[in-house]
């Protein structure tokens, strides 16, 4: 199972643009990488998947270099409604979630 | 289209007694999983129903089981409640084999 590190917390003003990066530098050829946002006593919701390169949907971007050890999940123009705690997760998009592990992820403070 | 479902919202309940939790995936989703997440911490994955089989489970005690019905909606059935079973439980669907979850809101459960 790959396994990810990523930075415990973060802080951030509205308006900045906030870039997480997450290394997995046992990532395997099969595995995809996925990102999800939890707030606060709710459960996580799912925000962006990527392979390789650069994937851009309304709500973020992630790039990925050629080696895809590592990932940077980038949240333009951010609000205070982005605070939250962000998980980088990789695993095989063949199998099952259940071999996939949630670390405790980025808590993301944004400041007015 | 309705989001994946949890009841109840809050539980309460006293050590030694059992506690039952309810899931309902969305529509098409055939997978559910459980997981939990103690106060400031990651999720834990606890067990993976797919097509009314129990495919995979966590590192949990017995006393944590569950089943899935025909109608892929799931419980989740804590036994002998112990002070650290207090938690946030989530319900997770996706479909077979798929990676990407769709997580409930969530039951907290209080054990006094």
């Known amino acids: 199972l790959a396994k990810t590190t990523q930075p415990i917390s973060m802080d951030s003003y509205e308006g900045q643009e906030v870039n997480i990066t997450c290394s997995h530098n046992n990532i395997a050829t099969n595995d995809y990488i996925t990102w999800y946002q939890q707030f606060p006593s709710q459960g996580p919701r799912f925000i962006i998947q990527?392979?390789?390169t650069k994937v851009t949907n309304e709500v973020a971007s992630l790039f990925i270099p050629a080696d895809r050890k590592s990932s940077t999940l980038s949240l333009p123009r951010v609000s205070l409604s982005d605070t939250a705690v962000y998980y980088c997760l990789v695993g095989d998009a063949g199998s099952s979630a259940s071999k996939i592990i949630f670390g405790s992820g980025t808590r993301l403070s944004i400041r007015p | 289209e309705a989001g994946v479902t949890q009841s109840p919202t809050h539980l309460i309940k006293t050590r030694g007694q059992q506690a039952t939790l309810r899931c309902s995936p969305i529509?098409?989703?055939?997978?559910v999983y459980w997981y939990q997440q103690a106060l400031g911490l990651g999720l834990q994955f606890l067990l993976w129903y797919d097509e009314g089989e129990e495919r995979n489970r966590g590192n949990f005690p017995p006393r944590f089981s569950g089943r899935q019905f025909p109608n892929y909606s799931s419980e989740l059935n804590v036994n002998a409640l112990e002070l650290e079973d207090s938690a946030l439980y989530l319900c997770?669907?996706?479909?077979?084999?798929?990676?990407?979850?769709?997580f409930g809101a969530g039951s907290r459960l209080t054990v006094l």
């Open positions: 997770a669907s996706s479909r077979t084999g798929a990676n990407v979850l769709t």
């Open positions: 990527g392979y390789k």
């Open positions: 529509s098409g989703h055939t997978s």
